[in-house]
């Protein structure tokens, strides 16, 4: 009886206070899964916005081989990896996955060099400062990504 | 669709054929209209005439896939089309509610002779067409010209006397009375063209008695008028072959009337191999002094809307990596920068290798600008600012000249302790124009003494002496790509600018193969085993472009919507990327062998 009073009088443990925590937790989320989770609070959402850190989990969590250290300033450099993922990673990924008919749960370094290539790409098309392409123009080249797939 | 056919018979030129695209023709209406009409037309011409057996297996025999139940619903859906012509907002369309007849598609004979009689009656009376023996100067007004020769109906008693629609192969235009040999020719043709494949035609084209009327709408089987339409694109390419300029200017607009019928890629090839034809004919040579910003652009929109480029990029660039795996100074020298597309990725790769990045150098090359801006430089300070980012230390130089055989390999600045690296994508084919050209900037390479050298080219032969085998092979090659470009942007509801700017610039490719000549002609595409033969014989050795480029190049074309029909495709070290059967561009590597 004592002990129930005790526990009744500690804190309740509330996830909210516990951001590393939280962190460790939302790392081992999916895609899907961690915008909803961007949609349950403000701290949440302030959380999934602006930790780079949890983006560069869900990019390269399936990578066999563990990436060089230089990947992540390059990275960084480019965009960060939140634009990485949803610019490259989200939609190769599914296309991968469609057009292979298996979900692809593993991946080479071959996926992840052209998902860099891409990205670098795409952030120099972004950088305009030549007067010809027109805003439209930069920044398509990952378009074809976007398309829909002719299943 | 129908409209176009009044307008052709009206105005007497072919409009439609010269423009680009053609795409106010196309529209929802026009092909349901011209299937649930073409299929009722010929549900009442059988009704009419009962045979054995029942309608559903006639209609079947004749490969209609339609049942005689759904005529009722066919015969509402014409109602409510001719409902929506009769309330249409667009000029020359509300007349056509009232005004059409329906023909038997296969019964071209009754067809033309109405056209004919329309023709006869009109006021412009082109018969000097058939009198001269040469055509009017070089640019007839479109008053003057008519699609189809204007003969006088009446004293003739058969059709076509002329030997102008004669000329077509496979009896297409010129019934005869052996109609089974006509669909066995057409059966036997054996390469397809574009997706539009050769659909079984129906066993027998019917003698029905068709309406005398003078309205000229007509509705043709869109199967049959793509044989008809490659049929006649190869007569007018003979007929220009054989320097019958007469003949081949009629079936040249018969082209452009033909065209108009079809949809999708096999209209868009028509209608621009029939522009060059038409400008080969005439003497309208266009002029290679283009805004090089205009064709960067459309060189842009075909980076994007199709994986060639991406291609071609990916597999030199792997090249490239392997060939400078630890050196710690490259250079690369592009032959053809333009926007530069291709560095980024390299630079990035530069970037991540083991060992850390070398000290890049870029050497850009490309054309003088018609208004003194420094194109390069803009790329190069673009390329500069991402280098920057990534932390690769780049140095960039622009190269001006006209052509490649201009450039002096003393102004490259080769460093010592530097490996070098040259990249032509699409540019070496330019070089055979002129003789010895190509000879001069293969030299170049050897004395700036490259690591390795990057090519890539297009997969086809359209530099033979003969010009109907540069044709035939041309329209093969571009129909296949059309083909891609469509069916990569089949996902999509409306043709995106990317679709149509690509079109346009693989257009005026297609102008410049079949319209130029000497000089002009840039556009000398040879296939992988020529090159291999030339640069084999100028003294290089080829490398072997290894399982990471093609590992690479086939991951990126899965990325495609549509990309199941992209194959990548190895030979002989050598990587080629093709749509289904068909090879259309090749990278290849190449070093200047040791020498001890």
Request: glycine share 8%; aromatic share 6%; charged share 20%.
């Amino acid at each position: 009886m004592v002990q129930l009073e005790e526990q009744e009088k500690r804190p309740k443990f509330f996830i909210n206070d516990q951001l590393d925590i939280l962190i460790e937790i939302l790392k081992r989320l999916d895609g899907p899964s961690l915008g909803v989770a961007a949609c349950v609070c403000r701290l949440w959402c302030t959380l999934i916005q602006n930790d780079d850190s949890l983006w560069e989990h869900l990019c390269f969590r399936h990578v066999s081989v563990p990436l060089p250290p230089s990947v992540r300033p390059v990275v960084v450099a480019l965009g960060g990896y939140k634009r990485l993922y949803m610019g490259c990673v989200r939609p190769v990924l599914s296309r991968l996955a469609d057009s292979e008919r298996v979900r692809k749960r593993v991946w080479t370094r071959h996926e992840v060099e052209l998902s860099l290539s891409l990205f670098c790409i795409d952030s120099y098309e972004r950088l305009g400062g030549s007067g010809r392409l027109n805003g439209d123009a930069s920044a398509s080249s990952l378009m074809f990504l976007c398309k829909p797939v002719n299943v | 669709m129908k409209r176009n056919h009044e307008d052709t018979l009206r105005v007497g030129g072919v409009s439609s054929g010269y423009g680009v695209g053609g795409s106010r023709n196309s529209g929802g209406a026009d092909l349901k209209g011209e299937c649930s009409s073409m299929s009722s037309g010929k549900g009442k011409m059988w009704v009419e005439e009962p045979e054995a057996g029942g309608m559903d297996e006639l209609l079947g025999a004749l490969g209609y896939k339609v049942r005689s139940s759904d005529m009722a619903d066919v015969a509402q859906k014409l109602e409510q089309l001719e409902m929506v012509m009769g309330t249409a907002q667009e000029d020359g369309i509300s007349h056509l509610a009232c005004d059409t007849v329906h023909y038997d598609p296969t019964d071209l004979y009754g067809w033309v002779q109405s056209m004919l009689t329309e023709l006869n009656n009109s006021p412009n009376d082109p018969t000097e067409l058939l009198g001269s023996n040469q055509i009017d100067g070089p640019l007839l007004a479109p008053a003057e010209s008519s699609s189809i020769p204007n003969i006088d109906f009446e004293n003739q008693s058969q059709i076509f006397s002329d030997d102008d629609l004669r000329a077509i192969p496979g009896m297409v235009a010129c019934p005869q009375t052996d109609p089974d040999s006509e669909n066995s020719q057409k059966r036997l043709r054996s390469s397809p063209i574009g997706s539009d494949s050769i659909p079984a035609l129906p066993p027998s084209p019917s003698a029905s008695n068709v309406s005398e009327s003078t309205r000229p709408v007509v509705l043709v089987d869109s199967q049959e008028a793509g044989v008809r339409l490659v049929h006649t694109l190869m007569a007018c390419a003979e007929a220009v072959q054989q320097n019958n300029l007469k003949l081949a200017d009629t079936l040249v607009k018969h082209v452009g009337m033909l065209a108009s019928s079809q949809a999708g890629a096999m209209r868009k090839v028509a209608t621009y191999f029939a522009q060059a034809l038409a400008r080969r004919i005439y003497g309208i040579y266009p002029q290679e002094t283009l805004d090089s910003s205009f064709s960067d652009m459309l060189h842009m929109h075909f980076y994007e809307s199709s994986p060639y480029l991406k291609f071609a990029h990916f597999t030199a660039n792997q090249a490239i990596l392997e060939a400078f795996s630890g050196v710690n100074r490259v250079h690369v020298i592009d032959f053809g920068l333009k926007q530069g597309l291709q560095w980024p990725a390299l630079i990035q790769a530069l970037a991540l290798r083991p060992g850390g990045p070398p000290i890049f150098r870029l050497t850009g090359i490309g054309p003088p600008q018609p208004d003194n801006s420094d194109a390069l430089q803009q790329v190069g300070w673009k390329l500069a600012q991402l280098a920057e980012t990534i932390g690769v230390q780049f140095e960039f130089r622009g190269y001006v000249c006209t052509s490649l055989a201009d450039l002096d390999p003393t102004h490259l600045e080769t460093r010592p302790g530097e490996a070098v690296a040259v990249n032509s994508v699409f540019e070496l084919h330019r070089m055979l124009a002129r003789p010895g050209a190509i000879e001069k900037v293969l030299n170049t390479i050897k004395v700036i003494k490259p690591q390795i050298v990057t090519i890539v080219e297009q997969e086809a032969n359209h530099n033979g002496p003969v010009f109907l085998d540069r044709f035939t092979e041309a329209l093969h090659y571009y129909s296949s790509l059309f083909d891609s470009l469509e069916g990569s942007a089949a996902g999509l509801s409306s043709p995106s600018q990317d679709l149509i700017m690509s079109e346009l610039y693989l257009g005026r490719q297609i102008c410049n193969v079949v319209a130029c000549e000497e000089r002009d002609r840039v556009e000398r595409h040879e296939a992988l085993a020529q090159w291999k033969t030339r640069m084999c014989s100028a003294g290089f050795d080829p490398v072997h472009l290894g399982s990471n480029a093609f590992k690479q190049a086939s991951m990126l074309l899965a990325l495609f919507a549509g990309g199941d029909g992209y194959r990548v495709e190895e030979s002989n070290g050598c990587l080629m990327l093709g749509w289904h059967t068909r090879p259309l561009i090749a990278t290849s590597a190449w070093k200047i062998p040791a020498t001890e």
